[in-house]
């Protein structure tokens, strides 16, 4: 189990603040809900200005188990946990290459010396998020929503030859597996013996889940090109200016894959603001197999992270439950 998060004040961060804004003097912290690998803290200044930190200590990260990596090879694997400066700043970059708003970033700091984690200070984005707009049913957040889609129009403009995390393809890297579709239904195989023992209903349907998986699996042909995706990128996960333009944030676990493993995502967060960001050359063969492998991630997942202290336990509950009774829907399909 994780250990309880200590509580970050205005002198923990006051080294932090002075080093991003050597002119302003910081007057309050305020911690923002959400985030399960690293603290994200308001900073307020005395010029009434706030700022964003994010400070990726072991303290603020609710996996169990799960610790901010830095070596190329620690992230071979995509799916591997994202979290960390490398991966944060390299996909900060290749989005800004890209076209794609992300908040603009003040100071990075991996030296220790403003406080004993790595850090980074960016752009308080004035607009909010949308999922609020969305739950509000704001005319604007069809507007965000279709901008979103421009966003990622551009992502998907960006190809390699090779899929994997960007700070490691950007390095020369190669990741473990053979195919995203490999590297997919083997991680849903790890999922699907995690869900059948942490979940009564999933376990006696277990082999049927099982063999779902191989027959998906096997009707998926070869790819040999991919594109950037967020991998993570529900509307909590973008921001809006004043203009109305989005702003991509939790970045970490950005990479090159299929594009349809980002549309499943997709598909289950945004609802019937999809059909803005849906595309008609997604394979539907992909989409199937990584809908099911989703799922699975979205139960097991969830219920591995309550072994920790995270506070919301309602809430991965019902994501969890959700995700069991989708799961055993597709056996039905």
């Excluded at 985030?35 to 307020?44: A, D």
């Excluded at 809908?291 to 969890?320: K, T």
């Amino acid at each position: 189990m994780t250990s309880v998060l200590r509580v970050v004040t205005r002198d923990d961060l006051d080294g932090v603040a002075r080093a991003a804004f050597p002119a302003r003097r910081l007057v309050g912290v305020s911690r923002v809900r959400g985030g399960t690998k690293k603290g994200v803290y308001r900073l307020f200044l005395d010029d009434d200005r706030t700022a964003i930190a994010y400070v990726w200590a072991d303290e603020e990260n609710y996996w169990p188990g799960g610790h901010a990596v830095t070596p190329a090879d620690a992230y071979a694997d995509p799916f591997s946990h994202a979290s960390g400066l490398a991966l944060f700043s390299a996909a900060g970059a290749e989005l800004d290459a890209a076209g794609v708003r992300t908040p603009a970033v003040y100071l990075t700091d991996d030296s220790g010396r403003h406080y004993p984690a790595d850090v980074a200070v960016v752009e308080d984005v004035p607009g909010g998020d949308l999922l609020t707009l969305l739950e509000q049913q704001s005319p604007l957040g069809a507007t965000v929503v279709d901008r979103l889609g421009g966003a990622l129009d551009a992502m998907y403009q960006r190809l390699a030859p090779r899929y994997g995390k960007v700070a490691l393809i950007r390095a020369g890297g190669v990741s473990v597996g053979s195919s995203c579709e490999q590297v997919v239904a083997e991680r849903a195989l790890t999922d699907l013996d995690e869900a059948a023992w942490r979940e009564p209903r999933i376990g006696p349907a277990k082999s049927k889940i099982a063999a779902l998986l191989d027959e998906l699996a096997a009707r998926v042909r070869p790819r040999g090109q991919y594109r950037l995706i967020h991998g993570e990128l529900g509307p909590e996960h973008v921001l809006y200016d004043r203009s109305g333009s989005p702003a991509l944030i939790d970045l970490e676990g950005l990479m090159y894959f299929d594009i349809e493993w980002e549309h499943v995502f997709l598909r289950l967060r945004y609802g019937s603001y999809y059909r803005r960001l849906a595309r008609a050359d997604l394979d539907q063969r992909r989409m199937a197999l990584y809908e099911l492998a989703m799922r699975l991630s979205l139960v097991a997942g969830p219920l591995r992270i309550l072994d920790g202290d995270f506070p919301d336990r309602e809430g991965m509950l019902e994501i969890a439950d959700y995700n069991t009774r989708a799961t055993l829907d597709l056996l039905n399909d």
